[in-house]
């Protein structure tokens, strides 16, 4: 185990997997200067340039070349620097990469990793905070991924550059100087699409990915103080999503609250709760709460922009009225 | 009107003639199979730009890519998809390129290079840069050619990709095949400038005009193109002035156009050129009948046989979306 950084957890597994297969390549704005967030620092010094590729501010093209890539036999690791960005590029990502494998009669895999940061990072306003996790959910042939501790970001992206899927992969950019213990062994992978039980508990379950992980473990000590045993799944891949875990809780527990970032209308949260609310009503001991954020674009100044945050009071609040209810 | 003697031995231009006759014949079985119903979607024919797909792919070789767009049956022929497989494709049936998951706007062949028509237009060209940029970093030496139309000029990818590929130094062949139309608008409507080859020797792509409907042309030049490219020139760019005789898909009649164009271009179309230069070379008419009567046999049966096979089984519709996370 090493202590390290959110950020410096996913270097790590990026070299390692470079080191251990000569098809995977990074490509991307700036990652030979470390990435805009250094989370690429040094890799170009060990692998050089072609493998650390430079690449000109065209997010289409980004994307659309590693789709042409994948399909010949490398494994493009595509740095899209934010989440908004990857906008410019939905055509490639939505129609080229999730659907080439399928519309071609499974002629060809398309094993890349797009990386995208994601959520709100104090004051970026609009364009740089989103969190649209729930869009990429919705498509068939992508895999979604959020990691919320170093070890998991090491884990889940060693993971996702060895699957022959495209994967989403969203880092918050809130975690990236985030510390944790992180396992040394080259062979330590997480799978994708299982869920970490973050904190047990019989009185609530509390759903989570990403930053609001965090939010969601302050709320959950709070709640022990008052004698509310909340246990806390941290799903980790959104899709997909690991729901014989949520359902067993639900079950132990009989109360669910669902807390992310994004917007809550649409967001990934309703899926959870529809499920829940399919497969396991019976067993409900209150309505399924979910908190996300309000639907207006995030703001620039300090108070707008915490006034659409999901808050631990919040989460506090949200867990007090199941349990008393 | 007769030919001068063109700049090519008989045979080779008689195997481009046959190529031609071979997509002309597989689009005109299909458009009347769609009318009788086998065929679904939309169906983009490519009638009167056969010397484009023709000239471009005669030069590649089997190791050697393309990627191409939504009038892309020509193409795939000219690369070396069995048209049997096409055809069943077309009608959804299974043996189809695709296992009768993509239809005529996705037909793909990886086996040939063939690495897939597109639904969008313009979205070929980064695909097309990229597999030209993993062959680069896998040390593999082979060209990637990229056909799109003139309205594909106009749109973002287009940029980026010259861009991109004249940056990374790749070995792409941007084929313009120009026909015209932007779907059912004239692309010199709507394209600024002095178009497609302008805008790639504005990115330092060297570019070349050419007469799409002279298959000799193309070849010639794509010819010298390819040979520069396997030497390490970089990117280069053909514009190859065409005509699109039939609407933007079969359901367009095209009467947005004059009648009289249309029949003057259907004096220029490319197949009666090659077979007039064949004539000049030498080659008897009857050589030429026998090669559209083949052209005609072959499709009417791989008609026949898409219209008795199978559709694909249910379970189809569910397979090779992924393999984590699958549909159950």
Not at chain 1, 101 to 112: C, E, K, L, N, S
Not at chain 2, 253 to 282: C, D, N, S, T
């Amino acid at each position: 185990m090493t202590t390290m950084s959110y950020a410096r957890a996913s270097a790590a597994a990026l070299a390692e997997e470079m080191r251990r297969d000569a098809t995977v390549w990074a490509l991307g704005e700036d990652l030979g200067r470390g990435g805009v967030f250094g989370q690429y620092r040094g890799l170009v010094d060990e692998f050089g340039p072609d493998r650390i590729a430079d690449t000109p501010i065209s997010e289409a093209t980004i994307m659309g070349a590693a789709v042409g890539a994948a399909l010949v036999g490398t494994r493009p690791v595509v740095e899209m620097r934010f989440s908004d960005f990857a906008l410019c590029a939905v055509d490639e990502l939505v129609n080229q990469a999730a659907k080439a494998r399928f519309m071609f009669g499974g002629q060809a895999r398309v094993p890349m990793v797009i990386r995208e940061p994601i959520g709100m990072w104090r004051s970026s306003a609009a364009q740089h905070s989103q969190s649209l996790e729930a869009w990429y959910v919705h498509v068939p042939g992508l895999v979604v991924v959020a990691p919320a501790t170093p070890a998991d970001n090491k884990g889940l992206l060693k993971s996702a550059i060895r699957s022959d899927d495209p994967v989403v992969y969203m880092e918050h950019k809130d975690l990236w100087p985030l510390e944790g213990e992180v396992p040394d062994d080259e062979d330590y992978t997480v799978p994708l699409g299982r869920a970490r039980l973050a904190r047990e508990g019989d009185d609530v379950t509390l759903v989570s990915w990403s930053r609001m992980v965090g939010e969601a473990e302050q709320a959950a000590a709070e709640a022990a103080k008052q004698g509310i045993a909340v246990e806390l799944i941290d799903l980790r891949t959104l899709w997909p999503w690991d729901e014989a875990a949520v359902l067993a809780s639900v079950v132990k527990t009989g109360r669910l609250l669902i807390a992310h970032e994004a917007v809550q209308v649409g967001g990934f949260g309703a899926e959870i709760a529809a499920t829940v609310a399919e497969k396991a009503a019976a067993k409900l001991k209150a309505p399924i709460r979910r908190l996300g954020a309000p639907r207006a674009p995030i703001s620039y100044a300090k108070p707008l922009e915490d006034a659409l945050r999901v808050s631990p009071p919040a989460l506090l609040r949200a867990i007090q009225s199941l349990v008393e209810s | 009107m007769t030919a001068s003697k063109p700049n090519i031995d008989a045979e080779r231009l008689l195997r481009h003639y046959r190529t031609m006759w071979r997509i002309r014949a597989f689009e005109q079985v299909a458009e009347r199979a769609q009318r009788e119903g086998h065929v679904g979607g939309a169906v983009h024919q490519s009638i009167g730009q056969e010397a484009v797909a023709v000239g471009v792919c005669a030069n590649l070789r089997p190791s050697d890519q393309i990627t191409t767009n939504h009038r892309g049956h020509g193409h795939a022929i000219a690369k070396g998809t069995d048209a049997a497989a096409m055809m069943l494709e077309l009608c959804g049936k299974v043996g189809g390129t695709c296992a009768g998951k993509g239809g005529s706007m996705h037909i793909a062949d990886f086996s040939v290079g063939m690495l897939g028509a597109n639904g969008v237009v313009g979205a070929g060209i980064p695909i097309a840069v990229g597999a030209a940029h993993g062959a680069k970093l896998k040390g593999e030496a082979r060209i990637v050619a990229c056909f799109f139309g003139d309205g594909a000029v106009n749109r973002g990818p287009f940029l980026e990709g010259l861009n991109w590929a004249k940056i990374f130094a790749l070995p792409v062949l941007f084929v313009c095949e120009d026909n015209g139309f932007a779907s059912t608008t004239r692309a010199n409507a709507v394209t600024a400038g002095e178009g497609a080859a302008a805008r790639a020797e504005s990115f330092g792509i060297p570019a070349f005009a050419v007469d799409g409907n002279d298959v000799v042309a193309v070849d010639g030049l794509v010819g010298d193109c390819v040979e520069r490219l396997r030497a390490g020139a970089g990117p280069l760019f053909v514009h190859a002035r065409t005509y699109r005789l039939m609407g933007h898909t079969t359901a367009d009649a095209g009467a947005y156009r004059p009648k009289a164009e249309v029949e003057a271009q259907w004096g220029e179309e490319p197949i009666a050129r090659a077979g007039r230069q064949l004539v000049a070379l030498g080659v008897p008419e009857a050589e030429l009948a026998k090669a559209r009567e083949a052209a005609e046999a072959e499709m009417e049966a791989t008609m026949r046989g898409a219209i008795a096979a199978p559709y694909p089984p249910l379970s189809e519709a569910f397979s090779d979306v992924q393999d984590i996370g699958a549909p159950e």
